[in-house]
């Protein structure tokens, strides 16, 4: 497979559940991503990873709990969400630079998540 | 702060026509990157392209155009002679600020637009 993939694309689950969204990236980028998408809303940044190592956690409740057991792939573990949870989710990875640049972030198909 | 506004939420155009979509951002940095994504129903962002703020080129690629113009502050993006398939939501994107680890690398930190819904009927 090639670029950025997510598992599931379809998540439906209930407050008490726990679950995991999964991503994967074949780009060989050291910098994961998990984004938020809710309807009406811009892309909220949620999570980064660089170099596996956690730089940013975007004031993100404890119920979502990232995981980057290496560079190429990124979990999102889910437990005792709330229905306002529900939205899209999307993971991202980008080859991060030396000095100024910035590169470009990929995305994936994103996670569709709905929490009764 | 860096701020994106993509003032129009909705643009409806039939078959063949152009469309214009509108990108205006807000920055401190002399240095920066504006993007856009894509985004079809099947939810993916694909991106489209990047430009830095020193290079300001305008750059067409096949029925796609971008306009960047420093003086006011605006990227916007064209699609010339409209099809079915271009129907999605557009998203301008802004990265300025890095930020670096312990190891010294920086990433980019991209700041989004609203968003523009673009529907074309054939």
């Known amino acids: 497979e090639t670029g950025v993939t997510q598992t599931p694309r379809h998540l439906v689950m209930g407050m008490t559940n726990k679950k995991s969204l999964k991503c994967e990236q074949h780009?060989?980028?050291?910098?994961m991503y998990w984004y938020k998408q809710s309807a009406k809303k811009p892309l909220e940044l949620m999570f980064v990873?660089?170099?596996?190592?956690?730089?940013e956690n975007n004031s993100v409740p404890s119920r979502f709990s990232p995981e980057c057991p290496n560079s190429s792939h990124l979990f999102l573990h889910l437990h005792t969400l709330q229905p306002e949870d529900s939205a899209l989710y999307l993971c991202?990875?980008?080859?991060?630079?030396?000095?100024?640049?910035?590169?470009?972030?990929?995305f994936g198909p994103g996670t569709r998540l709905t929490v009764l | 702060a860096q701020k994106v506004t993509q003032a129009q939420t909705e643009i409806s155009v039939v078959e063949k026509e152009d469309v214009t979509l509108d990108c205006v951002y807000e920055?401190?940095?002399?240095?920066?990157?504006l993007f856009w994504y894509k985004q079809p129903p099947s939810g993916e962002l694909v991106f489209l392209i990047r430009?830095?703020?020193?290079?300001?080129q305008n750059e067409i690629s096949g029925r796609y155009s971008w306009n960047f113009q420093k003086s006011t502050s605006s990227f916007n993006f064209t699609i010339t002679a409209s099809q079915v398939v271009d129907s999605a939501v557009y998203f301008c994107?802004?990265?300025?600020?890095?930020?670096?680890?312990?190891?010294?690398?920086?990433?980019?930190?991209?700041?989004f637009g609203q968003g523009t819904i673009l529907t074309v009927h054939p």
């Open positions: 991202a990875s980008s080859h991060p630079g030396w000095g100024l640049s910035t590169d470009t972030q990929y």
């Open positions: 430009r830095n703020s020193f290079d300001e």
């Open positions: 994107a802004l990265s300025g600020d890095t930020e670096y680890n312990a190891g010294g690398t920086s990433y980019g930190k991209l700041t």
């Open positions: 780009l060989g980028h050291n910098a």
């Open positions: 990873y660089n170099f596996k190592e956690q730089t």
């Open positions: 920055t401190r940095d002399t240095t920066y990157y």
